[in-house]
């Protein structure tokens, strides 16, 4: 084990002070040392996507990451998604409702992704065609997507105020 | 058989949200790697860079003498384990030459992968950088890939059995050979179903923590009950002190369907070191020793009359084992051959199976396990055949399909399939596609330089594993039965936990159980949990493969709650003095019939069970549980018709798949949500398989596709939305009527694109490509058919073309020059 350093970052809108390995992930950081263990690790590559959060609003796969890369950064997790008072976030609301999981492994980073591509898009229905591309980094073996599609237009509606 | 019984169905047949989701979405569910005990190790595997070498030696000092390792150990070290890693099929007079696996190498490696050593320490990234400072010397040996060039015995994989090839196994019905010499045509391929991953996205995991004599194990499994058994054969623990869970588990696609050297590495080494010990795979770990699926080479003969009368299937199957057998390795050609004439009348069937072993990572069962591969036979055979005689494949498929009229149905096997309507899946498929409509589109398109092609595949497979006596010891093989338990505790305030031994990880057993339990107990599913995956908790169990859980596992839960509401009727009928066949379900009550407002709730009747022994009558037992074993009295035999439509971008070959048409028939649907959502992943893994997914090793043995990089996973975008529909032909084997999902679309889908593909390249001349279609397979099939047939011939990778490859890319002759008869 190496040397330690201070890390000032924010999570989920909580300032964190732990200091860390200079080498450590961003995801061992959320996962090991603050216990989020909602961010997921499947692959060593950055092509699987479960760890993906969001690091000042744009998504990460967190596992290509170092955590001392995010000093004084925003980073929010699938944890923080869901309101204080439980309340679901539309995306998690959607892939509930469309049975967009299954074995639930790759459903934060999904989510996280889609978090995105609905902030990147703005307000109003997004195609099936863009959300397809929008998620081409996250994979999922269970689903076979189609209703992870359906769940993020439903998010991406309910969002814009629109009806879905 | 027992007759189809009217439940009170109220929920059953809702697509009701799944009560697991909430945990999911919110992050809060707990899969392996989210668990820390106080005092927890971390392990790390030294694993063998050769695919086959003498261990000369293993130096563990320096990585023992960096900071924060506790210890290292190699296969000498591990001597006082009681036997190697379990194989768990031995058929009656079957000769099997069996290598033994032992969790790390003993003497040879004999696979890229191989497990030599084990780091132990106090932080991941300490054994992660010890494992490294391993020293470890090999002497190379003759290395064998390819599975045919194994077969002649000249590079031996294991020196000791004297031979490569495993074991021979043939099962047939009526008389082929004579069929094929009558039959006016006669068709033969070399087909081969390449080696694929199970990738699930959650690698595998372990923690063991071996305390005051009992040994717990969390581990990603789908068989907690199985390795508990074998935790104790292995580690000679009595049963009793070992517990297995299977806590949240990230996708298991029969990968984990298996009984793992880390899971023991890990207990035996927190036996040594008296701590907990915790090992994740990595996914280069996960790509290189998590079991691999199908890989056979199989030449197949299909003869018929000049009518179309379909009179013989011979399958000649060589399957590539690996270096070693896994849990079930040898038996997964087996399960295909149960159902080698899918919906047809084919009076004259052979299966012919050579295990061989070669120097690469064992293979086992990946969904679908065997049907797949005798499904891709058996759908691209017709289509070839259809093709020789100048038949529509629609049209041969009606002609030899087995009428509804005919079930039960007993196939030349001795199978007896229960219940079907092959032609109704495949009328409906062909309304939602539209074939006229589709041929116009056909011809439009190609002169755009796009070659649209439509394919269909009409299954039926077995699953719902298995009658015990039938499978078992003394029949099958198996080294266990397949009965699946249940127990129902409905609790004093009137919850109801349900424990199954069947141990999902993904399916949403604890919806659809709450739903078939919910109904038969007058409650609502949200006062129904489901607990799964622990050994402490429940009765034995068999696990979740196999597409069983539900027509084993589900119809077990129904026994157990029926009985239930049995004794729960006769405590009503006691209390509202009236006839207990008078007491129905119904609105959540047990209520008298006729008179709803006459009757209890379940909290109330569990209140007299529990707390008021004067509210029961005399004699009867105090409490609310039933625990049950259901045995099923014969296998189910779900089926359906898929049709997929395929673009191919003429100059490079790319393929599209732009429509999928399924319409499966599982039984009556207790979650339709649940079914679709089965189908769609299902055939996104068949289509992974036809078109991208691949393992592929080198001439030296060495794990080309080593992560995802390489080994290519579809996203979103290589998959289509999904078109189903779904017909219900109850199964007259189980009181539910209910038939397996898991494991369709994986079956059906594959020869439905590469028929696709035939269709949309046949008049370029070109009659068969294997899987996977690459762009480069197709563009290389059409230079060829073009009369220029130079082009290089290499992998995606660079590699050269898989040899096992190089026969059947292209169009394949009709003629194959002979096979390994």
């Avoid at chain 1, 002070?17 to 909602?38: A, I, K, M, N, S």
């Avoid at chain 1, 074995?103 to 307000?123: F, N, V």
């Avoid at chain 2, 971390?42 to 293993?58: D, G, L, T, W």
Wanted: glycine share 10%; charged share 20%.
């Amino acid at each position: 084990m190496g040397t330690i350093v201070p890390l000032q970052i924010t999570v989920n809108g909580q300032p964190q002070e732990v200091p860390v390995e200079p080498r450590q992930l961003l995801v061992h950081y959320l996962r090991d040392t603050l216990g989020l263990t909602g961010s997921h690790v499947g692959c060593d590559t950055s092509n699987c996507g479960a760890c993906t959060c969001l690091v000042d609003g744009e998504s990460v796969k967190s596992c290509t990451v170092l955590a001392v890369q995010c000093e004084g950064a925003q980073v929010t997790t699938i944890e923080g998604m869901t309101g204080a008072d439980g309340e679901l976030h539309p995306l998690q609301q959607g892939f509930w409702d469309e049975h967009g999981l299954q074995c639930g492994y790759c459903t934060p980073g999904m989510i996280m992704a889609a978090a995105d591509l609905i902030e990147r898009h703005g307000p109003g229905p997004i195609s099936e065609e863009d959300v397809r591309a929008g998620i081409e980094g996250n994979l999922c073996r269970c689903t076979g997507y189609h209703n992870i599609v359906k769940a993020i237009q439903a998010a991406a509606e309910k969002m814009s105020g629109v009806p879905a | 058989m027992s007759t189809i019984e009217e439940a009170p169905a109220k929920h059953v047949g809702q697509s009701l949200r799944r009560k697991e989701d909430p945990r999911l979405i919110t992050g809060r569910a707990q899969y392996v790697d989210d668990i820390t005990l106080h005092g927890m190790l971390y392990m790390a595997v030294v694993r063998s860079p050769e695919a086959h070498a003498r261990i000369v030696s293993v130096d563990g000092a320096a990585a023992r003498a960096m900071p924060g390792v506790t210890a290292v150990y190699s296969g000498e070290d591990l001597s006082d384990l009681v036997a190697p890693l379990p194989m768990a099929w031995a058929p009656p007079g079957v000769e099997m030459k069996m290598p033994e696996r032992w969790p790390l190498a003993r003497g040879t490696v004999n696979h890229v992968g191989d497990a030599v050593a084990m780091v132990v320490g106090e932080d991941k990234y300490a054994v992660a950088d010890a494992a490294q400072a391993v020293q470890v010397e090999y002497e190379p040996l003759p290395v064998v890939v390819d599975v045919e060039e194994a077969l002649k015995d000249e590079v031996l994989v294991h020196e000791s059995l004297g031979t490569n090839k495993t074991h021979e196994w043939t099962m047939g019905g009526g008389d082929v050979d004579a069929a094929i010499a009558q039959a006016d045509v006669v068709v033969e391929r070399r087909i081969v179903n390449h080696r694929i991953a199970g990738a699930p996205i959650e690698p595998r995991g372990v923690i063991a923590e071996f305390r005051a004599g009992s040994l717990t194990v969390w581990s990603s499994t789908q068989v907690p009950h199985l390795l508990r058994l074998f935790f104790a054969v292995q580690m000679g623990i009595p049963e009793d002190h070992v517990r297995c869970i299977a806590p949240e588990v990230g996708g298991g696609f029969g990968g984990k369907l298996q009984v793992c050297a880390e899971e023991t590495l890990c207990a035996w080494a927190s036996k040594q070191l008296g701590r907990p010990v915790k090992w994740i795979e990595t996914r280069s770990e996960n790509m290189a020793v998590s079991h691999h699926g199908r890989d056979q080479v199989d030449y197949v003969r299909m003869a018929a009359t000049s009518d179309g009368t379909i009179t013989a299937f011979h399958a000649n199957i060589i399957q590539d084992c690996g270096a070693y057998f896994g849990l079930l390795t040898p038996m997964i050609p087996e399960l295909g051959a149960f159902v080698m004439t899918g919906c047809y009348k084919i009076p004259n069937v052979r299966t012919d199976i050579t295990g061989v072993l070669t120097n690469k990572y064992i293979t086992d069962a990946i969904r679908g396990a065997g049907r797949p591969e005798m499904t891709h036979m058996l759908e691209v055979m017709i289509d070839q055949l259809a093709a020789e005689l100048g038949m529509d494949a629609i049209e041969l498929r009606r002609k030899n399909f087995i009428a509804p009229e005919d079930f039960p149905y007993q196939t030349p096997y001795g199978i007896t399939y229960d219940s079907g309507n092959y032609a109704a899946t495949l009328d409906r498929a062909l309304e939602m596609l539209d074939m006229e409509a589709f041929r116009s589109e056909q011809a439009a398109l190609r002169d755009q330089g796009i070659l649209r092609g439509v394919g269909f595949s009409t299954y039926t497979e077995i699953c719902g594993l298995a009658p015990s006596r039938a499978v078992g010891p003394k029949g099958f093989g198996l080294g266990i039965g397949l009965y699946e338990s249940a127990l129902i505790r409905v609790h004093p305030t009137g919850t109801v936990t349900v424990f199954t031994g069947a141990s999902p990880h993904g399916q949403g057993h604890e919806t659809g159980f709450a739903q078939i339990v919910a109904d038969r107990l007058g409650t609502d599913p949200a006062s129904v949990e489901v607990i799964h995956g622990d050994t402490a908790t429940g009765p034995m169990g068999l696990g979740t493969y196999g597409s069983r859980s539900l027509s084993v596992g589900g119809v077990a839960a129904a026994h157990a709650a029926e009985k239930l509401a049995q004794k729960c009727k006769e405590i009503v009928a006691f209390n509202l003095e009236a006839n207990v066949d008078d007491i129905e379900v119904s609105s959540g009550r047990f209520s008298l019939a006729g008179d709803p407002d006459q009757g209890m709730s379940l909290a109330e009747v569990a209140g007299c069970a529990y707390i008021d022994a004067s509210a029961m009558p005399e004699n009867m037992e105090l409490g609310l549980e039933q625990t049950l074993i259901y045995d099923p009295s014969n296998f189910v035999f779900p089926f359906g018709a898929h049709v997929c439509v395929v673009d191919i971008d003429a100059v490079t070959g790319k393929v599209d798949v732009v429509r999928w048409i399924a319409v499966d028939d599982c039984g009556p649907a207790i979650n339709p949500m649940l079914i679709d959502g089965q189908v769609h992943g299902g055939v996104a893994h068949g289509i992974g398989q036809a078109l991208y997914e691949q393992v592929v090793y080198d001439e030296r043995g060495q794990l080309v596709t080593g992560t995802f990089m390489d080994y290519a996973l579809p996203t979103a975008e290589e998959i289509p939305s999904f078109e189903l529909d779904r017909t219900e032909t109850p199964s007259p084997s189980n009181s539910l009527g209910v038939k397996g999902i898991g494991e369709a679309g994986t079956i059906a889908a594959t020869p439905a694109i590469v028929n696709a593909v035939i269709d949309a390249l046949q008049h370029e001349g070109i009659s068969y490509i294997d899987m996977p279609l690459t762009p480069l397979r197709i563009w290389q099939a059409l230079e060829e058919a073009r009369g220029r047939g130079d082009g290089p011939k290499a992998t995606e990778q660079g590699q050269p073309l898989p040899s096992q490859a190089e026969g059947s890319a292209g169009s394949g002759p009709t003629q194959p020059e002979g096979g390994a008869a």
